[in-house]
T-cell receptor, first 113, second 114 residues
Framework: GQQLNQSPQSMFIQEGEDVSMNCTSS?????WLWYKQDPGEGPVLLIA?????ELTSNGRLTAQFGITRKDSFLNISASIPSDVGIYFC?????????????FGQGTELSVKP | EAGVTQFPSHSVIEKGQTVTLRCDPISGHDNLYWYRRVMGKEIKFLLH????????ESGMPNNRFLAERTGGTYSTLKVQPAELEDSGVYFC????????????FGPGTRLTVT
């Protein structure tokens, strides 16, 4: 119930390509978040999702909270070199009361100019 | 507004030594979290402070780890004695108020135990 399965583990793409990564859980949750970690930095929050079916965009990034509440995906359109980094999905608890985050293993993205 | 800061950025110590990591959260954030990422794995929760109280310490690996947040401002995480498996990047995060999962992370402290 605690673990998140994030895939793929790594991606090597050409600049301009679209990217998709996803995260699944065996249990349902009420909050999904997507973070990005640049080399030598801490994770930075990209998008937070609070409702099943919710689709939210942040620039070229789009994330969706799966209708079953057990999964989420993140899409990056028209990738650029600064998209390089590690993307983590994370989930909150079953109740919207704050507290610890459970993270996926991360997707390492490499973008070739 | 200053973000979450952590000190030191890197620490290399020998097995058996003691190391103390420090985190300064965003001013006014009552919630402070410690996480750890071991090479190539997921970021794992260690513990959560609300002000100076430990709200959840279920992720602390063993009694070699001691976290404090005296006065409800900055926090320290001490590892004593350090073991090889303690190597990794230790992140601190903070958030404001109750009911939010939107946490702001510091740059991390990379700990290497040799």
């Amino acid at each position: 119930g605690q673990q998140l399965n994030q895939s793929p583990q790594s991606m090597f793409i050409q600049e301009g390509e679209d990217v998709s990564m996803n995260c699944t859980s065996s249990s349902i949750f009420n909050t999904w978040l997507w973070y990005k970690q640049d080399p030598g930095e801490g994770p930075v929050l990209l998008i937070a999702l609070y409702k099943a079916g919710e689709l939210t965009s942040n620039g070229r990034l789009t994330a969706q909270f799966g209708i079953t509440r057990k999964d989420s995906f993140l899409n990056i359109s028209a990738s650029i070199p600064s998209d390089v980094g590690i993307y983590f999905c994370a989930r909150g608890g079953i109740y919207n009361q704050g507290g610890k985050l459970i993270f996926g293993q991360g997707t390492e993205l490499s973008v070739k100019p | 507004e200053a973000g979450v800061t952590q000190f030191p950025s890197h620490s290399v110590i020998e097995k058996g030594q003691t190391v103390t990591l420090r985190c300064d959260p965003i001013s006014g954030h009552d919630n402070l979290y410690w996480y750890r990422r071991v090479m190539g794995k997921e970021i794992k929760f260690l513990l959560h402070f609300v002000k100076e109280s430990k709200q959840d310490e279920s992720g602390m690996p063993n009694n070699r780890f001691l976290a404090e947040r005296t006065g409800g401002t900055y926090s320290t995480l001490k590892v004593q004695p350090a073991e090889l498996e303690d190597s990794g990047v230790y992140f601190c995060a903070s958030s404001q108020g109750q009911g939010t999962y939107e946490q702001y992370f510091g740059p991390g402290t990379r700990l290497t135990v040799t």
